[in-house]
């Protein structure tokens, strides 16, 4: 459904703007930054600079994204802070649609206000008009140039919106644009030694800057990742001693803190790794398949005060397992402990695309040869599932724990929630190279 469009002089309602992350104006209209959007069709084609003024419409065919979480149906006013030069005339779109039941954004259709701006050179706000929020759930508001095809020089600051609807949604306001890291966590007796922890991926989806960690411990973590269109990698890394879990630079951690790389398999990368603590990491350029599973075993080796932690993955087309790499990690001395898996999105960027990957079965092997079977998980999200995104859920499907963020898909887990899935009671049969 489209409205004619209508033309606005950009500066018959100044705005007075002092920051792109200003409060919320206090006359009940609801501002989300321009610097909080998505970019589509290609995630990577816009710029989001600190500024907060976004040029959106270098690249034909491009929209800007805005996604938020409402509570009742009905109708808001929406209107936008934006910058044109003096004398240009452009057409806007914006269009308004409710969350598809099958969470699949980019097929769904709307409801579209355009109307055609002449520039001043200065920022202002302009009305749109009014649009559709049908149910409760989230909604999209996308925002698209008509005519000229694209245009260099239009900055859009925010979206604006007003009325009952608008009063009690929730947008993510703040600029950093990444989905809620969502763990997977384990309980397991702290006093029993745990030399073993295996388990097994299947991606459900596999967006850029996509990291699905399997065997998460204490000291490290290991799963696999989608770092651009052309390359994916399976990673395992373990973490320094020390402030080595929260430096940022290697050189300021003690050479008696820091982890040794032991061995690494054929074509794995190794290097050491900081800005998130610091120790040795380790990858493999693999093109791994989304709905294929992917299976991995991260082993633990009491060496006095060190242990030896390697991660073995099971390689799919030679049907047998690899080292990727083997660390002695210093003041150390114990088994895996702290166990857990995650999803995380670590590129802004690709933010608003669905994450959903199934994990296990998981075991457990004892110091004593013992393997069991680990079907209770409890769920957990970074910080910014706290306030800023609540599309992140857990649960159980085909057997399996499964992990789902991003996509502003509606059904927030609460944090603590716990989920048990069916055992198998079939131990893995593995087999690693000697």
């Known amino acids: 459904m489209r409205a004619a469009p209508r033309v606005l002089g950009v500066a018959f309602v100044a705005a007075a703007l002092t920051s792109a992350f200003a409060a919320a104006p206090t006359d009940g209209t609801v501002r989300v930054p321009a610097a909080t959007a998505y970019a589509a069709p290609d995630p990577g084609s816009v710029r989001f600079p600190r500024n907060g003024e976004v040029a959106p419409f270098t690249r034909a065919g491009t929209s800007l994204q805005w996604f938020g979480a409402f509570t009742r149906a009905g109708t808001v006013t929406a209107s936008l802070e934006l910058q044109a030069p003096a004398g240009q005339e452009v057409t806007l779109r914006l269009e308004a649609t409710d969350e598809p039941a099958d969470g699949a954004w980019p097929r769904a259709a709307g409801t579209a206000r355009e109307i055609t701006v002449r520039g001043t050179g200065a920022a202002a706000r302009v009305s749109v008009g009014a649009l559709p929020v049908g149910a409760p759930g989230y909604v999209r508001f996308a925002l698209s140039v008509r005519q000229p095809a694209t245009t260099r020089d239009l900055k859009v600051l ?153 991660g073995y993955w099971f390689h799919p087309e030679r049907q047998r397992w690899m080292l990727i790499a083997s660390f002695r990690a210093p003041k150390d001395g114990q088994g895996l402990r702290r166990l857990y898996s995650f999803s995380e999105n670590f590129g802004g960027e690709t933010g608003h695309l669905r994450r959903k990957a199934r994990f296990g079965p998981a075991w457990i092997r004892l110091a004593s040869g013992e393997w069991r079977e680990l079907t209770t998980a409890t769920f957990s999200h970074d910080v910014t599932g706290r306030a800023d995104r609540f599309d992140r859920t857990m649960g159980v499907e085909d057997g399996r724990f499964f992990l789902r963020h991003g996509g502003f898909v509606s059904g927030a887990t609460p944090p603590g929630a716990a989920f048990t899935r069916p055992a198998t009671g079939a131990p893995p049969a593995i087999d690693l190279p000697r």
């Open 158 to 310: 925010a979206l604006l919106l007003e009325g009952a609807p608008a009063d009690s949604a929730q947008f993510n306001l703040v600029p950093r644009r990444n989905a809620a890291s969502v763990h997977l966590r384990y309980p397991v007796d702290s006093a029993e030694v745990i030399t073993g922890f295996y388990n097994e991926i299947i991606a459900v989806d596999d967006p850029v800057t996509t990291y699905y960690m399997a065997t998460g411990f204490a000291r490290g973590y290991f799963g696999m990742q989608v770092n651009s269109p052309t390359e994916r990698r399976i990673i395992f890394s373990v973490w320094d001693a020390g402030n080595g879990t929260n430096a940022d630079d290697r050189s300021t951690v003690a050479a008696d803190d820091q982890t040794q790389l032991l061995g690494k398999g054929d074509g794995v990368v190794a290097e050491v790794f900081g800005n998130e603590g610091t120790g040795g990491h380790s990858h493999l350029v693999y093109d791994w398949q989304t709905g294929s599973t992917q299976r991995f075993f991260v082993t633990a080796r009491l060496d006095g005060t060190h242990t030896i932690y390697s």
